[in-house]
């Protein structure tokens, strides 16, 4: 067990950007072969299942659980956007450290967060802030595979008490865990509220109810743990309960819409480094003196592949900063925002395969970490039942903004699409599982207007391009309200066929077009304290392009020295040492 820190260490940082540039430096350049916790480190302890020594003793002295920890329980977390930015320098470097270490405990915790009484939500900031582990089990769904679908039940016993039993396998952090966070079946399998949420502290245990089953190994995150409990006819007290007697389901989902938002941060800083290792293999010069950057499809990829980096980002930024700006309405871009961000970066990750060649294959050396990446994608981003979940908690919305908000919603405030700025306070009890209104498409209706007024925004080189493109994408919007206008919200039959599974994920890239959008019209309404490169209409008419172009919309010619502009940015971030994303962050 860690040391208990009573008090955040002093001289710590206590802004959102400051803590990331400081975990970042602490972790050292990932490029240093010399570096115990650089890449080839972490390349070497992953093919071995574990961790570079030091790695957990660096998020040890910097408190990293005190980020998990919301600031009125003695934690630094008061600020979804900020968590999201502090995730990106360990999960740049190792999934199995950010998942494993910490961000589990968050997804353990969340639901007591969310719901429980003050003594559980007390005592679950302390075994975090002692360094301790929280781990949870959740409920199997039933299109899950045989990892993750088992579960507990608790019964009541012959004196009234609770009796939790059952195995579970796939549990993160299973043996490490003091905190236990369980949704277990107390009602009939299949009926409305089967499940229950408990808060169990091992130490309050009696011996022998509560088994550890194991490890068990996985082709991605090697280095976490994923482990099995068994319990025993293990007693719970009424006090253990988080809400009341089946609110398991609903928990699961409210907690969702905190988690989902943090997604595209963690897939996003894979494939950060990704795209690195990648850009680096590019640009190195051959004997001749030529290099792979010459050739044009060379090129397209490292475009495409910052250019949905960048997506990303705008839908993390607006997905975390909804949480505070408009929770009555953020359910469906927390949902979209951690659908679409695995889907763009896997997309990724296949056409730098194809750059890389047989390097993709390399397990160390230069090339080994695009490897690891490439494996840890699919466990990162929680796998199909995450994505399915998201995907189908999106569909039940779509026929309520078809009839009563697409084109007729005013815009969302500009803070939402603000890289920094200050928000409400952090409130879990407030954002509400469905929406009553679509702000954010309103922007890509609002942006057609602009860049169709006889005065746009500082028209660049690429004004007309980016106009042609958002009024396709609202022509989009406009096909998708007259389709899911027709279908009733209480037929489910119809809202998961195919044919609305096909239309919910058009409507996901049209949003994320909307998010791109708000994002850079807030760089340019910023002046002289936007960034220059977001301040461009090249990066928008790119990423746009490339939206469009998978939609199968109409193209206009392709945006071609807007992508020369991008891939420009490219190499500057490679050889600048600056991150991938929205924020341009200085690297170690």
């Given at each position: 067990m860690t040391a208990r820190r009573e008090h955040p260490a002093p001289g710590r940082p206590t802004a959102g950007p400051d803590r990331a540039d400081t975990l970042?430096?602490?972790?050292?350049?990932?490029?240093?072969?010399?570096?115990?916790?650089?890449?080839?480190?972490?390349?070497?302890?992953?093919?071995?299942?574990?961790?570079?020594?030091?790695?957990e003793a660096v998020l040890d002295a910097y408190g990293m659980n005190e980020e998990f920890v919301p600031e009125a329980l003695g934690g630094r977390l008061r600020r979804m956007d900020e968590l999201g930015r502090v995730l990106r320098p360990v999960f740049r470097r190792d999934a199995s450290l950010g998942f494993g270490y910490g961000l589990n405990c968050f997804f353990a915790a969340t639901p007591v967060w969310t719901a429980g009484a003050p003594h559980q939500r007390e005592r679950t900031a302390r075994l975090l802030l002692d360094g301790e582990r929280v781990a949870v089990a959740r409920h199997g769904v039933a299109h899950g595979n045989d990892f993750v679908r088992d579960e507990f039940t608790a019964r009541p016993?012959?004196?009234?008490?609770?009796?939790?039993?059952?195995?579970?396998?796939?549990?993160?952090?299973?043996?490490?865990?003091?905190?236990?966070?369980v949704f277990a079946r107390t009602g009939t399998p299949g009926r409305a509220r089967s499940h229950t949420v408990l808060f169990l502290d091992r130490a309050g245990v009696p011996p022998g109810r509560v088994l550890d089953l194991g490890r068990r190994s996985t082709h991605g995150m090697r280095g976490a743990?994923?482990?099995?409990?068994?319990?025993?006819?293990?007693?719970?007290?009424?006090?253990?309960?988080?809400?009341?007697?089946?609110?398991?389901?609903?928990?699961?989902?409210?907690?969702?819409?905190?988690?989902?938002?943090?997604?595209?941060?963690?897939?996003?800083?894979?494939?950060?480094?990704?795209?690195?290792?990648?850009?680096?293999?590019?640009?190195?010069?051959?004997?001749?003196?030529?290099?792979?950057?010459?050739?044009?499809?060379?090129?397209?990829?490292?475009?495409?592949?910052?250019?949905?980096?960048l997506l990303i980002d705008c839908l993390a930024l607006v997905a975390t900063r909804a949480l505070h700006l408009m929770p009555r309405q953020m359910s469906a871009y927390a949902a979209v925002a951690a659908y679409l961000a695995p889907k763009l970066t896997a997309e990724a990750m296949d056409e730098m395969s194809a750059v890389l060649g047989e390097e993709t294959f390399a397990q160390d050396g230069a090339y080994?970490?695009?490897?690891?990446?490439?494996?840890?994608?699919?466990?990162?981003?929680?796998?199909?039942?995450?994505?399915?979940?998201?995907?189908?908690?999106?569909?039940?919305q779509l026929p309520f903004f078809a009839r009563h908000a697409w084109f007729a919603d005013p815009e969302p405030p500009a803070g939402l699409f603000a890289l920094d700025g200050a928000l409400p306070p952090l409130d879990l009890a407030q954002p509400a599982l469905l929406g009553d209104a679509d702000p954010l498409a309103a922007t890509l209706v609002a942006s057609t207007d602009l860049l169709e007024s006889a005065r746009p925004p500082r028209a660049g080189r690429d004004t007309g391009v980016l106009r042609f493109l958002v009024r396709a994408f609202a022509i989009e919007l406009g096909d998708l309200r007259k389709a899911f206008a027709e279908?009733?919200?209480?037929?489910?039959?119809?809202?998961?066929?195919?044919?609305?599974?096909?239309?919910?994920?058009?409507?996901?890239?049209?949003?994320?077009?909307?998010?791109?959008?708000?994002?850079?019209?807030?760089?340019?309404?910023?002046?002289?304290?936007?960034?220059?490169?977001?301040?461009?209409?090249?990066?928008?008419?790119?990423?746009?392009?490339?939206?469009?172009?998978?939609?199968?919309?109409?193209?206009?010619?392709?945006?071609?020295?807007?992508?020369?502009?991008?891939?420009?940015?490219?190499?500057?971030?490679?050889?600048g040492r600056r991150s991938y994303d929205l924020f341009n962050s200085p690297l170690a």
């Open positions: 970042e430096r602490s972790f050292g350049p990932l490029d240093d072969p010399a570096n115990p916790l650089g890449g080839a480190a972490f390349v070497g302890a992953d093919r071995a299942g574990a961790l570079p020594a030091g790695a016993g012959p004196d009234g008490t609770l009796l939790l039993n059952g195995s579970k396998t796939g549990i993160a952090n299973a043996s490490r865990a003091r905190g236990l966070v743990e994923f482990g099995g409990l068994t319990f025993d006819d293990c007693p719970v007290e009424d006090t253990a309960l988080v809400g009341a007697v089946g609110d398991g389901y609903e928990l699961s989902l409210r907690s969702s819409l905190v988690i989902r938002g943090l997604i595209p941060s963690i897939v996003l800083a894979g494939g950060d480094t990704a795209l690195r290792t990648v850009a680096a293999f590019a640009a190195r010069p051959r004997a001749d003196g030529r290099s792979s950057l010459d050739v044009q499809h060379v090129r397209s990829v490292l475009t495409g592949a910052f250019l949905d980096l080994g970490m695009f490897q690891k990446q490439l494996r840890d994608l699919p466990v990162t981003s929680l796998g199909h039942a995450g994505s399915a979940g998201r995907q189908l908690s999106i569909l039940p279908v009733p919200r209480t037929d489910r039959a119809a809202l998961a066929s195919p044919h609305s599974l096909a239309l919910a994920d058009r409507y996901t890239l049209v949003l994320a077009a909307a998010a791109c959008l708000g994002v850079w019209r807030e760089q340019q309404a910023a002046g002289g304290a936007a960034d220059r490169f977001l301040a461009d209409t090249a990066w928008p008419s790119a990423a746009l392009y490339r939206l469009a172009r998978r939609l199968g919309l109409a193209l206009p010619d392709r945006p071609a020295s807007a992508e020369q502009r991008v891939l420009a940015e490219v190499m500057a971030r490679l050889h």
